[in-house]
């Protein structure tokens, strides 16, 4: 008789212990198991639930097993794996840069795509990062910014209107902040009242 084992790299395995470790795959699993799946394995002594990718999977004959093999807790949904395209990326992350496996996967997938452990009635299961709560806090976020900014007919961004006070400080002849080193209006007057033949710069305060 032959078991489907999947290799997977365990997230939160330091440099030393970062390589694939197999699980058995239990028979509901069996459907949503591939190369490139998020899956949820018992690691360590105290078989705790931790987040993994799934990297390979193949079958072995059930005498060649290895002893103390452990079994998946969960997986994530089949169109939430890792696209093959993915997971070259991922593999050149861990050959090249000074990462762990898991480190690279994380690299690769949005915070929102991503998975936790989570415990349900006594059971390990797998749950999105991005709660309900969390959720509604990124969607008043992003409305937020939105307001800020918004897009006239043309396609530009509408600048905030002047105070009153600014407009009437422009009718005078003021500068505003900004404009150090230009010509000032009121030293022209002063200069053509003096007779003077230099050409004063605007010294108001920035």
């Known amino acids: 008789m032959s078991l489907l084992l999947a290799q997977a790299a365990v997230n939160d395995a330091n440099i030393h212990f970062d390589k694939l470790y197999s699980y058995r795959i239990p028979a509901e699993l069996a459907?949503?198991?591939f190369p490139g799946s998020m899956v949820l394995v018992p690691f360590g002594r105290g078989s705790k639930a931790r987040m993994a990718v799934v990297l390979a999977v193949g079958e072995v004959d059930e005498s060649d097993t290895p002893k103390g093999l452990k079994t998946l807790y969960d997986a994530a949904p089949e169109d939430a794996r890792l696209t093959p395209d993915l997971l070259e990326l991922v593999r050149f992350l861990k050959e090249r840069t000074f990462c762990t496996w898991f480190e690279a996967v994380k690299a690769v997938i949005p915070y929102g795509a991503q998975?936790?452990?989570a415990?349900?009635?006594g059971r390990h299961v797998m749950q999105g990062r991005l709660t309900r709560s969390t959720e509604r806090l990124y969607t008043l976020a992003g409305a937020a910014g939105k307001a800020k900014a918004r897009p006239?007919?043309?396609?530009r961004c509408r600048r905030p209107a002047k105070r009153p006070a600014d407009r009437a400080a422009a009718r005078r002849g003021r500068y505003f902040p900004g404009n150090a080193g230009r010509p000032c209006q009121k030293g022209r007057a002063d200069r053509r009242r003096a007779g003077q033949g230099h050409r004063p710069v605007c010294s108001h305060p920035v």
Do not use: K, L, S
Request: proline share 15%; charged share 30%; net charge neutral.
């Open 152 to 155: 006239t007919p043309t396609g």
């Open 119 to 121: 415990v349900v009635d």
């Open 31 to 33: 459907e949503r198991v």
């Open 115 to 117: 998975y936790r452990p």
